[in-house]
């Protein structure tokens, strides 16, 4: 029997493009379930770039989902629409939403929850699913990473970063970062990255063809986008892959179209957000065989770097703007 629930719930609005300062509590009526879908009283909601993009006005949300903030959340189930097996009342969850995870409820479709691993914290599962779904489709995925082989991720403190390293590390693959301070470069090593390079200090290019004797890394993972991708196909080895899911410094490069294909290089890239409920089903069913069991022996956790009560969204994404960070911020509800 559904437990009864609240008309109104507390939601962080955006209430014009801009600043953290546009981030304001209201309130907002209960999101209605649509079949397949399940509420969520939400004990926590991760903090991602692609929020500050949002708040931004960059990054609308798609067609369908809550314009509130927030693309992973962790709570409990209190109701369910329509006929869904695995799932019940009661059941702690994380998930990964479209959209309005910023809230004291949330709506999500049920192929996108997860459990919560045994020997995590509710509230600490909430920095689990938009890095973990991230990671694990475009690193092993697309990117196709294996044993024995060598990645280089940029942004390596960032909660990508730090994601990443854990999960290349525990299936045995050597890892190399970036990182933007002496500080965060500590912390990636902490992690069992081999090497972090400071790019304020080394050109990672250079640094990269030292640490592989010339050979360059069968993967790199980039955030940056700009002039870092004909940097990037220059540190892979043959029949490299070199993987894009951001574009901080700007969507236009120049590329050494040459450098493709006499290294035989593969370049691909995805975003996670328009994808499909089913798309993003399979996914979800690749994390609870293959990545959920490490996190439950201790070799892979999240990294929570600090946590704000939901109505200091704003200081949170200040938090944000700021990289000071060293893996994830998290809200709490």
């Known amino acids: 029997m559904t ?3 609240p008309q109104e719930m507390t939601a962080i609005d955006i209430t014009e493009p801009g600043g953290p300062e546009v981030l304001k509590p209201s309130q907002k009526p209960l999101p209605t379930l649509q079949d397949g879908e399940v509420l969520i009283k939400v004990a926590a909601s991760g903090v991602n770039r692609p929020d500050v993009m949002q708040r931004q006005g960059n990054y609308p949300p798609p067609k369908g989902a809550p314009d509130i903030p927030g693309l992973e959340i962790a709570g409990t189930i209190v109701d369910i629409a329509g006929d869904i097996k695995g799932w019940a009342l009661g059941d702690e969850v994380c998930a990964l939403v479209a959209g309005g995870g910023y809230a004291k409820y949330c709506a999500a ?50 909660g990508i970063g730090t994601t990443a390293i854990q999960l290349a590390v525990a299936i045995g693959a050597t890892v190399y970062v ?35 004797d010339k050979k360059g890394v069968n993967v790199v993972l980039d ?7 004909a940097r990037n196909l220059r540190v892979l080895a043959k029949a490299g892959r070199l993987v894009q ?25 995805s975003t996670l957000r328009p994808r499909s409920v089913a798309e993003k089903a399979l996914i979800t069913e690749q994390l609870r065989d293959k990545a959920w069991p490490l996190i439950e022996t201790g070799k892979v956790k999240p990294l929570i770097f600090e946590r704000f009560p939901l109505a200091e969204a704003a200081k949170a994404h200040a938090l944000m703007d700021s990289s000071a960070h060293i893996g994830k911020i998290v809200l709490t509800v």
């Open 245 to 269: 899911i951001a574009v901080q410094q700007g969507t236009k490069a120049e590329i050494p179209v040459h450098v493709i294909m006499l290294k035989q290089i593969t370049f691909t890239g």
């Open 3 to 5: 437990q009864a629930l």
């Open 109 to 158: 479709p049920a192929p996108q929850c997860l459990p919560v691993p045994k020997g995590i914290q509710l509230i600490d599962a909430a920095a689990l699913p938009e890095t973990m779904f991230t990671v694990w489709d475009n690193v092993f995925t697309r990117g196709g990473l294996s044993v024995g082989e060598t990645i280089l991720i940029h942004g390596g403190s960032s």
């Open 223 to 229: 955030m940056v986008g700009g002039d870092y991708v």
């Open 178 to 212: 970036t990182a933007g301070s002496d500080e965060k470069c500590r912390a990636c090593e902490e992690l069992g990255a081999s090497k972090a390079i400071n790019y304020r200090e080394t050109d990672f290019v250079d640094a990269v063809q030292e640490l592989t």
